[in-house]
């Protein structure tokens, strides 16, 4: 045996002998060649048993080189990664590589699983549903994971890299076999930009393996010629290694790139697509027969032996049977005798062949026998002989390799993807999509086309209609035909339990059966209950089979019974590709804030609440976030401190109607606002609940700003403005949105006019002509400069605001603070405490999507207010009426703690389950009073003040008892200082 | 006391520093722009502004650049108008004196947009790792604007001369969009 | 993916560049303190949820953020009239309805 392996061969195949490539099999040095993909050079190596079926444990062999290979999964790292399942057909060889069988334990060729019969009482149709219910599917849930699956991951990040790029064209022609590019050829000259997707590394689709010359060259020749004048040609592009994985409305479609170098994947491209026109020429698989012992490693599709043989290099077998249902098992006996194999018999279906095969055969010594049905295989781990039925008895054949040929499945997956109707054709015996997606064509073997003349005429007048041109002439083409297919048919005279159809699923015949017996007659139903076509290979060689089946066991046509649902993707593709560069700091835009130098080097702990904010900052004398907290809480109560509230919205509402159109929105009457004024309300939707809060500042006349709460600017303003543009487009004002324009800069405590009095501004920030509620703008050094005198901790406060670039300056300028000591930073949950205490709430926290303005207390204010606005109908609908609304109220511990999310348990009720009445909304302990507090949305809350209840959270349970939400100063006392 | 004015990067106000170089591309942080908003409550404004002698365009697309300001369309009644830092609060009151009683409104805007060049072979096929970018052949045109999202951000993109492209990014998330860029101008292999 | 091409700003607009606003000519009462229950949970709440030609708002909301109207097959997603919100549906087409 030779370092290569003992298959293949001296000569032939589109490989380069002259680039050897080490890899390993299960931890086996073997070796392969530039141009082999991993499963031409495994089975070059002679690897026969690939892996082992899902559910059986059988010994699997290679079926097929592509995507729709059932059995050969196997994982793969690379010099660029782990990739834990993938089929070896679809991954190039490359140097390095450790390849291993994903199924089997241990070991794929020794499958203890296998031995044991594991599973042979078990999986039948219908396993999961009869088996796994409830209580005792987590009984079996463990042994059929262990059992069952391909690959596992290896735990390691995903180190392949992935970009995404989006891109526009007017024509995407998918695939680069003959049809493909006779299309783009067609294109060439249109001036139409044009992308070529290849889902193999080099063009030509079956042109590498077929025979064939096109324009008295040889067919590989003139698909590379095409290649070259397409990558020549502005506007043209064409890409290998390419999957078009999925086909979205309005031609929108995921292709994946593979970007492949001598050591494996380098990276990946996830490309979004928009095409407005579409060539598809994605070709057609073979299918397999259904015979006895069908699922034999050694049985391969006569396509796949003919692409080994001119493809590869590689002879798969000594001595080869063929049986087939149309041409291309004739096609593939001539290859073989060719390279050397010994042709034992071809097994023809049909009752006759076309007479230039018939003679060719005779020419070349290769015994025929039509109307065959093998109804026995010999075989241990490999395939030692059939035996098989004819017309004229029964008759044995040795052989170690056997060539299937069932016909061809069109790759119509991208048109289904857009809803296309797969249609039987039976004299073609497949399904095709007569009525394509507007703006696609078709054209090859996708059409159900098997002639390359024809299928090269396809192409040009697809691409002549595509440019608006005439069509180029039809090239002249000498190639073999394939012929016509007979009907698939129940093989006779064999146990229905050894006939298999879905390789990969271990779906038999005779779960179809079962199937059909318990009435799971539609074609989704039989999916599901059997599993039939549901693998990773989406049942490509599977699914017509099975169909078939059970079209015969119902006695209906194919055509009745239908074909299960395409879904994207086409094939797998990984996770990190989806994913691309969206992780760590990049998983989603991050919002900074203006000062953000100086929160890091104060030690702030970051926390993000839609921008990266303060949440507390390390101190010498506070290295915990507790004890942080607490310090800062206490220095706002008894000095004073500084916020960064730079996220807090900012929206100019302006002109003539500004105060009407603002008066619609708040639940408060913003007409009325006087310049120099501010005034604090909730805004509802229309449905009555309230969707923001904050306060509106007066400006000026006819000049208003919004303070939405914090990440919620864009989405305020966005509300004004629909509703300005569809409500009220003559109202005659505008909108806005400059929030990250300004910073804002919250100095709060006691001691907070004198910090503020630092600056220097130049109005009179006195108590008497500064007063609570009120907005002053002015200049700091020259420096635009506005001051709101508003509060959120329940002490005296200003919001300080500059424009944004002079933040850092700002910041530092008051955190040096005066003679008297210097103010300590803030983070916000000491800033959420200081507000819990004082009862007011925190949108999103306090309210849900059903609390309205009563519920918060604010029926006075509603009750006042004579004209419409957004939402205020809705408060007198029965529903805001019914007394189990929940109210907010304030609770204080009696025992134990109260934590935020804790349910209110129904009077009476000591632990769950039981009746619930509400939530605990916020809660913690408060510093400043001494004990837990807290808010919660309880039924009829209003009207239980002084009432015990339970809490119960997390297996935990404390009593406390409801309150008014206000505990600190609740005469307002400290904030009008 | 000087008070320091700093750019969304950090970079002082009145400048142009490069921030990074990426494959085949430069990126560089324009603090020595800024701009104005302009916002109107009727549909006549451009002729209005024109009264006073500002020139906007009517629609979406080309900018129009006058007495070193270039002013951008946001949609039929707003504008952004780009000009120098210094010349931000002049042109803010200029504006507002003429309409005062607001159907149209001039804000400072210099603060709210980080603007981003990206300078180099295709700065737009950088930006379509992002997004489309444009849906129409050819992307977008030399001395026009457009407003999209790229990386999930919204940008308003102006293609200043082939191989220069602006971007206007709100500047809470201008650190972001530069990461990204950085991230996403990265090529994993030279057979990309 | 939805792609409109809005009519303010012209450009052809990705569905992650537009917002959906719900079916079009949904009236709000003039006088909603007047309007009985029923009138006003139908118009926050009823809705045709057609399953055919659908006449929608949509806005250009990371362009130019305008409020446009269209008519779409909520089937096929083709695309039947764009309009400009103040702009009313064409009744040929509506009258074509089914043919499509
Ligand atoms: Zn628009």
Not at chain 1, 18 to 29: D, E, Y
């Amino acid at each position: 045996m030779s370092l290569t392996g003992s298959k293949r061969r001296a000569s032939g195949g589109h490989i380069d002998r002259s680039r050897p490539i080490s890899f390993t099999w299960n931890g086996k040095k073997m070796q392969g060649f530039e141009g082999d993909s991993l499963a031409s050079a495994l089975i070059a190596n002679g690897v026969g048993i690939v892996g082992r079926s899902f559910k059986y444990h059988r010994p699997r062999g290679f079926m097929a080189l592509g995507a729709e290979d059932p059995n050969a999964m196997v994982s793969v790292r690379d010099a660029h990664g782990y990739t834990p399942s993938i089929r070896a057909g679809q991954m190039p060889l490359a140097e390095g590589m450790e390849v291993r069988s994903v199924t089997g334990w241990p070991s794929a060729s020794f499958d203890i699983g296998a031995l044991a019969g594991l599973g042979k009482p078990f999986f039948g149709a219908g396993f999961y549903y009869k088996t796994m219910m409830w209580p005792n599917w987590s009984w079996f849930e463990p042994i059929v994971r262990r059992a069952t699956g391909f690959g596992r991951p290896d735990g390691s990040k995903e180190s392949r890299a992935a970009q995404h790029q989006y891109q526009a064209v007017d024509v995407l022609v998918v695939g680069a076999g003959p049809a493909g590019l006779a299309a783009a050829q067609g294109l060439i000259g249109s001036g139409l930009s044009v992308l070529v997707a290849e889902q193999e590394q080099r063009p030509g689709g079956s042109l590498l393996w077929e025979e064939a010359e096109i324009d008295g060259k040889p067919g590989i020749a003139w698909a590379q010629d095409i290649a070259k004048e397409i990558k020549a040609t502005p506007g043209m592009q064409i890409l290998t290694s390419t999957l078009v994985a999925a086909a979205y409305d309005t031609n929108i479609f995921t292709l994946v790139q593979s970007v492949i170098d001598a050591r494996g994947i380098a990276a990946e491209r996830h490309i979004t697509l928009h095409a407005k026109q579409v060539i598809l020429a994605s070709g057609a698989v073979e299918r397999p027969l259904l015979f006895a012992d069908n699922d034999r490693p050694g049985v391969m599709l006569a396509g796949a032996v003919r692409r080994l043989i001119r493809d590869y290099g590689v002879a798969p077998c000594k001595q080869l049977v063929v049986k087939t249902s149309n041409d291309s098992g004739w096609l593939t006996a001539f290859a073989a005798q060719d390279a050397g194999i010994k042709v034992v018999a071809i097994l023809d279906t049909r009752p006759r062949a076309e007479a230039v095969h018939l003679a060719q055969a005779e020419a070349l010594g290769i015994p025929v026998v039509f109307e065959a049905a093998i109804t026995a295989m010999k075989a241990g781990r490999q395939l030692r002989g059939l035996t098989v039925s004819t017309p004229s008895g029964v008759r044995k054949f040795a052989c170690d390799g056997l060539a299937v040929a069932g016909g061809w499945t069109p790759l119509i997956h991208l048109a289904c993807h857009r809803g296309a109707k797969p249609v039987w054709n039976d004299a073609l015996q497949m399904f095709t999509v007569p009525e394509l997606p507007q703006g696609w064509q078709a054209s090859g073997g996708v059409t159900g086309c098997t002639s390359l003349t024809e299928a090269l005429g396809q192409s040009l007048q697809a691409a002549a209609k595509s440019s608006q041109r005439q069509a180029k002439a039809t090239p002249l083409v000498k190639a073999p035909a394939f012929g016509g297919v007979s009907l698939i048919r129940r093989p006779s005279g064999v146990p229905a339990n050894k006939v298999w159809i879905d390789h990969q699923n271990d779906v038999k015949l005779s779960d179809v059966e079962i199937a059909v017996r318990e009435n799971y007659v539609s074609v989704e139903h039989l999916k599901r209950y059997t599993t039939l076509g549901m693998g990773t290979d989406q049942g490509r060689t599977s699914n017509v089979n099975g169909l078939a089946m059970l079209a015969h066991l119902t006695g209906r046509e194919i055509s009745e019974v239908g074909i299960t649902t395409f879904r994207p993707m086409v094939s797998a593709i990984r996770m990190g590709t989806i994913a691309g560069g969206h992780e760590g700091d990049l998983i989603a835009p991050r919002r900074y804030l203006p000062a953000d130098a100086v929160h890091r080097r104060l030690g702030a702990d970051f926390e993000d609440f839609g921008w990266q904010r303060p949440d507390w900052y390390h101190r010498p004398d506070a290295s915990d976030r507790d004890t942080a907290v607490a310090l800062e809480m206490a220095a706002v109560r008894s000095d004073v401190g500084i916020f960064d509230g730079s996220s807090l919205g900012k929206v100019e509402v302006t002109g003539p109607d500004a105060a009407a159109f603002l008066a619609r929105f708040y639940v408060s009457d913003m007409a009325t606002l006087k310049p120099g004024s501010v005034r604090y309300s909730v805004m509802l939707n229309e449905e009555g609940v309230i969707y923001d809060d904050g306060v509106v500042a007066c400006l000026g006349p006819n000049h208003y700003l919004a303070g939405p709460t914090s990440g919620h600017a864009e989405a305020v303003a966005a509300h004004f403005e629909r509703w300005r543009q569809t409500e009220w487009p003559s109202s005659r004002v505008a909108v806005g949105n400059v929030t990250s324009n300004w910073c804002s800069i919250a100095v709060a405590g006691p001691r907070a006019r004198h910090i503020l009095a630092v600056l220097n501004p130049d109005f009179d920030i006195s108590p008497a002509a500064f007063k609570h509620m009120q907005v002053r703008e002015g200049s700091w050094q020259g420096i635009p400069l506005r001051v709101a005198r508003v509060s959120f901790t329940g002490e005296l406060q200003f919001e300080i605001s500059v424009p944004s670039r002079y933040a850092e300056a700002l910041y530092e300028t008051l955190l040096k603070g005066d003679a008297a000591g210097a103010p300590r930073a803030i983070g916000m949950e000491a800033w959420l405490r200081l507000r819990l205490e004082k009862g007011y709430i925190h949108l999103g926290s306090d309210t849900n999507g059903r609390t309205g303005p009563t519920e918060v207390g604010m029926a006075a204010l509603v009750a006042k207010r004579q004209d419409d606005f957004i939402g205020k109908r809705s408060l007198t609908l029965p529903f805001a009426l019914s007394d189990e609304r929940e109210q907010l109220v304030g609770l204080v511990a009696v025992s134990g703690k109260i934590e935020a999310g804790a349910r209110v348990l129904a009077p009476g009720c000591t632990a769950p389950p039981c009746k619930t009445e509400g939530y605990v909304t916020s809660g913690c302990d408060s510093p400043t009073l001494g004990h837990p507090i807290g808010l919660a949305l309880i039924e009829r809350g209003f009207a239980r003040q002084g009432e015990e209840v339970t809490l119960y959270s997390n297996g935990r349970t404390s009593r406390a008892r409801i309150t008014s939400p206000v505990f600190y100063d609740p005469e307002n006392e400290r904030l009008r200082q | 006391m000087s008070i320091l004015a700093k750019s969304a990067f950090g970079n002082l106000h009145g400048s142009s520093h490069a921030l990074a170089s990426v494959h085949r591309h430069d990126i560089h942080d324009r603090a020595d722009l800024a701009a104005v908003l302009v916002v109107a409550t009727d549909d006549d404004a451009a002729a209005e502004l024109a009264s006073i002698g500002l020139t906007v365009p009517t629609g979406a697309g080309p900018m129009v650049a006058q007495d070193g300001l270039q002013a951008i369309w946001l949609s039929p009644r707003s504008w952004v108008i780009q000009c120098a830092p210094e010349a931000e609060m002049a042109l803010v009151a200029r504006i507002n004196a003429a309409f005062d009683d607001r159907r149209i409104t001039a804000s400072l805007f210099g603060d709210h947009l980080a603007w981003i060049e990206i300078s180099g072979a295709d700065p737009q096929a950088l930006l379509r790792r992002g997004g489309f970018v444009s849906l129409d052949a050819g992307g977008i045109a030399p001395g026009s604007a457009k407003r999209t999202l790229v990386a999930e951000v919204n940008v308003i993109l102006c293609h200043i001369e082939p191989g220069r492209l602006l971007a206007g990014v709100e500047r809470s998330r201008a650190r972001y969009f530069v990461d990204w860029l950085k991230q996403a101008a990265k090529e994993p292999s030279p057979a990309f | 993916m939805i792609l409109l091409r809005c009519p303010y700003c012209r450009e052809m607009r990705s569905e992650a560049e537009l917002t959906w606003g719900g079916e079009a000519g949904i009236m709000r009462p003039a006088d909603p303190a007047i309007a009985s229950d029923t009138e006003w949970t139908e118009y926050l709440f009823m809705r045709t949820n057609t399953k055919g030609w659908l006449q929608e708002q949509w806005c250009c909301s990371a362009g130019c953020g305008q409020w446009f109207k269209v008519e779409r097959h909520t089937v096929s997603h083709q695309i039947r009239q764009i309009l400009r919100f103040d702009e009313a549906f064409s009744d040929v087409t509506i009258a074509q309805e089914g043919a499509a």
